[in-house]
């Protein structure tokens, strides 16, 4: 039977505390405190993350297609799944697709793939992945999050069996926003959840159990992804929900992750399934999407590559200050120096498996890795004699860094460290994610695909490092 | 090393150097003008007496035109040449080998740029079209790398680390105030130096050279023609140009205290010179400080001091104006700034006051060899340029 095969996901490593926003903007405060992508992190790079765990925890990967699911894809022309695929080393031979219009693209998505390979076998990818914006003094820049999760389904080692799954699609006006515009709308509150969320979930969870013939009271878990927290504590109470049964919103470290957040709360679930659960997800926009899982044997025994829990824990503020710049909410004088200049696609072309897969060389004369990918060896002088050679997953140390208050940034300053990897191999890169005062010669580091900038409307993707999580 | 260089067989007979600084009154056309027209007449010389140019320049103008046209110069050859940072010694470089072959009597080097008209801070340069993976670091955070790497190895603390960096720019603010064609004419104090606002950490904006205009020119002749021109002209001992294979940015190996290509360029020059121990036999030595740490770096791969001991030999004034080996007397690009194209001849600029005693209120107790150094890129992946001249020949 048709199911999940492996997962994996993705928080951001910032967080904003919610109380930060009201300090400044004199709002009410909500708990907690929300994920921020980083300024050179998007929905992409998120994916390819979240992805690249879910490929990598992928047995005897046959992966014939990928969509990409999002509200917040960084191209509105171009293949977003594209750029995903390449960093997340796919081969040129599969079907890919964006998907996107509501929060629910997420699920509806993987429940496309998991009809994909029921029908033709193979495996199908999904990577879901959102950078959620919200209006300053807006109840959705407080709540909302950004994060990711990727699946990957097919009919063999399955973790995760669909027992059955059922689709609502209504037209109404709950939350929409026009191209070009950068903040949601939404109509009042009460509305959506008197008219919208509340039976469409009663509905669609009525139905996917009556399929999977699975009584409410044997559910082990219940995923209900509501596009708010007020909407899903008032659902729990209508469906007369087991409190102890609903999985946890992440509402309070994280928030809502748009289409991604339905993914990510199953994907924090999954890690304490055991054989034999039964799991419902539900979620709703312009409609609503559910689906039963049944856990396998080979289900309790996974373990993700970076759990949702541990990626909770691996976090540093953002301020509300950076987090406005970070998003060009607040204009920012530009530095003395020139813009970068967009990348160039024929060089681009020819260098895909490096730009986008961090894939160097190793000389096959003397065995020395080396990056970018080279001719003529950097160790021997051998000529001609490389075979790719991925540096992606492997770690490395601090030789030497510098910290560039000159450098265009969003993020000022630029940390720069020359790494060399665990195996072989060195490279000077920037680094992401860390505390400037406290990069050190020997610090621990892994690689992490980003977006540095974007110039004349081109994002320019590439490799990073970071302190290990 | 398979140069075998041209010692004592070419001369410079002639010399100029605009004022170096915000020349925001003046173009490239106007500074090579100045730094011709006063190289002609140190030489006594008039323009159509030369044979031919050899024009430095990174980005103030392609082609020969860019001299040939202000200088309205008679159909004449005009090359011109770049190599990043050193490309004014390799001009002179060019001109030198030139002339030595027999081709031309008389050729004249010239460099300048023009870098205030950019509207940016520090320096920009512009890349071929690429596929957006190059790091994007600015020179401060590329030469900053040389900085942690260092103070690690020979455990210098992060205070004492910036204590020896301070004292580089100190040294040299200190050289150029007796200078009236720095940019920078004034001391600066060591707290001064020391609290300056940071550009790439541990460096202060006072560990950076400057960004200035300028422009400079040397004449050169087959030495036994030398005296026709001039009574006391300088002698090229050494001409050393190393591009290396960028092994640091690849290969752990490369530990970010060195410069190979430096060391090369250095054992390269001192074989054609005759040069064993050059931290005896150098009298002065006009280097390429574009950061403190290069500086600092650049002691070690030039041998003037043993490997881990540069620290020690700043802090006690081994490279003072009064010390053993006086360093950058003429204030450095720390003083001068760094139009690129100008800077190598800029140094050579100093040799030539100093040996012939010009030098007024930093001049030397009569030195005999001097050493200018020139270094374009980043540490592990530079081009580097080594001279040796004299005020004798043999």
């Known amino acids: 039977m048709a199911g999940i095969v492996s997962y994996g996901s993705y928080i951001p490593y910032r967080r904003l505390k919610r109380a930060a926003i009201a300090a400044v903007l004199g709002v009410p405060a909500t708990r907690g405190e929300r994920s921020v992508a980083s300024f050179d992190e998007d929905s992409v790079s998120m994916a390819v993350a979240a992805l690249r765990d879910a490929l990598k925890a992928t047995r005897s990967p046959d992966v014939r297609s990928l969509v990409f699911a999002t509200t917040t894809a960084p191209y509105a022309e171009k293949l977003n799944a594209a750029l995903v695929g390449a960093a997340a080393l796919l081969p040129a031979e599969i079907r890919a697709s964006d998907s996107t219009g509501s929060i629910r693209a997420g699920l509806s998505a993987m429940l496309q793939a998991a009809d994909a390979v029921a029908a033709t076998g193979g495996q199908a990818a999904v990577a879901i992945s959102d950078s959620r914006l919200g209006a300053p003094e807006g109840k959705a820049e407080q709540s909302n999050g950004d994060g990711a999760a990727a699946f990957v389904f097919g009919n063999e080692n399955v973790i995760a069996e669909i027992v059955a799954s059922a689709s609502l699609t209504r037209e109404y006006l709950d939350s929409w926003r026009a191209p070009g515009e950068r903040f949601a709308h939404s109509w009042e509150e009460r509305f959506a959840l008197t008219q919208a969320y509340s039976p469409l979930f009663k509905k669609i969870i009525h139905d996917v159990l009556e399929k999977a013939k699975v009584a409410p009271g044997d559910l082990a878990k219940i995923v209900l992804d509501a596009p708010n927290q007020r909407a899903a504590d008032e659902m729990l109470r209508e469906l007369k929900l087991d409190p102890a049964k609903v999985a946890d919103s992440l509402s309070l470290m994280v928030g809502q992750t748009g289409a991604a957040h339905a993914a990510l709360m199953l994907t924090a679930v999954l890690p304490g399934a055991k054989a034999g659960d039964h799991i419902l997800v539900a979620t709703v926009g312009d409609g609503a999407d559910a689906m039963v899982l049944k856990v396998t044997p080979a289900g309790a025994a996974f373990k993700p590559v970076h759990s949702v829990g541990r990626m909770v824990e691996s976090k540093g503020d953002v301020t509300y200050g950076n987090y406005l710049k970070w998003r060009e909410i607040l204009p920012t004088e530009p530095p003395r120096r020139p813009d970068p200049e967009r990348p160039a696609a024929p060089p681009m072309m020819r260098s895909e498996k490096w730009k986008f897969g961090l894939i160097g060389s190793r000389c096959t004369a003397c065995g020395t890795p080396q990056l970018p990918p080279q001719r003529v060896c950097v160790k021997c002088r051998a000529f001609d004699k490389m075979e790719p050679y991925a540096f992606a997953d492997r770690t490395g140390r601090v030789a030497t860094y510098a910290i560039d208050r000159l450098a265009f940034s969003l993020n000022p300053p630029t940390v720069n460290v020359v790494v060399d990897y665990e195996g072989g191999g060195r490279f000077l890169c920037e680094m992401t994610d860390c505390e400037p005062d406290k990069v050190a010669i020997g610090d621990e580091v892994e690689m992490t695909f980003r977006r540095l900038f974007t110039a004349d409307g081109v994002h320019n993707y590439f490799w990073k490092a970071r302190p290990k999580r | ?394």
Not at chain 2, 71 to 90: D, F, H, Q
Not at chain 2, 113 to 139: C, I, Q, Y
Not at chain 2, 183 to 195: D, L, R, S, T, Y
Request: aromatic residues 8%.
């Open chain 2, 1 to 394: 090393m398979a140069s075998k260089g041209i010692k004592d067989r070419i001369a410079i007979i002639g010399m100029g150097c605009t004022k170096f600084g915000e020349h925001w009154d003046k173009g490239a056309d106007d500074l090579l003008v100045e730094a011709a027209y006063e190289a002609y007449a140190s030489a006594g010389v008039q323009p159509d007496d030369i044979d031919a140019y050899w024009l430095g320049t990174m980005g103030s103008g392609v082609s020969g035109l860019t001299l040939s046209e202000p200088l309205k110069i008679n159909y004449k050859p005009v090359t011109r040449v770049e190599n990043m940072c050193a490309t004014g010694s390799e001009s002179l470089r060019q001109a030198c080998y030139a002339v030595a072959s027999g081709a031309y009597d008389i050729a004249m080097a010239i460099g300048v740029e023009k870098l205030k008209d950019s509207g940016f801070s520090g320096l920009v340069m512009t890349n071929p079209p690429n596929d957006g993976t190059p790091a994007s670091m600015t020179p401060p955070a590329l030469f900053s790398l040389l900085a942690p790497a260092y103070f690690k190895k020979y455990g210098l603390d992060a205070d004492k680390g910036k204590d020896v960096l301070s004292r580089i720019a100190w040294k040299n603010h200190r050289n150029g105030a007796k200078n009236p064609k720095a940019q920078f004419q004034k001391e600066v104090p060591m707290e001064a130096i020391k609290n300056s606002p940071k550009i790439a950490d541990p460096l202060g904006i006072m560990d950076c050279s400057g960004v200035s205009d300028g422009a400079a020119a040397a004449i050169v002749v087959r030495a036994e023609d030398a005296h026709k021109y001039c009574k006391n002209p300088i002698y090229i001992k050494a001409l050393s140009f190393v591009a290396g294979p960028a092994e640091g940015p690849l290969s752990p190996e490369y530990d970010f205290t060195s410069f190979p290509e430096v060391v090369a360029s250095a054992r390269d020059a001192y074989a054609q010179a005759g040069i064993t121990n050059p931290r005896e036999q150098i009298s002065m030595a006009e280097v390429h400080d574009c950061f403190t740490p290069t500086e600092l770096v650049l002691m070690e791969d030039l041998g003037f001091s043993p490997r881990g001991t540069a620290w020690n030999d700043v802090m006690e004034g081994f490279f003072d104006l009064d010390g053993k080996l006086p360093v950058n007397p003429d204030g450095g690009l720390k003083s001068f700034g760094h139009p690129i194209g100008a800077s190598g001849l800029r140094m050579m600029y100093e040799m030539w006051l100093q040996m012939r005693g010009e030098a007024g209120k930093r001049q030397l107790n009569h030195p005999k060899v001097g050493l200018t150094h020139n270094l374009g890129g980043q540490p592990g992946r530079c081009v580097s340029f080594v001279s040796v001249v004299g005020s004798q020949v043999g």
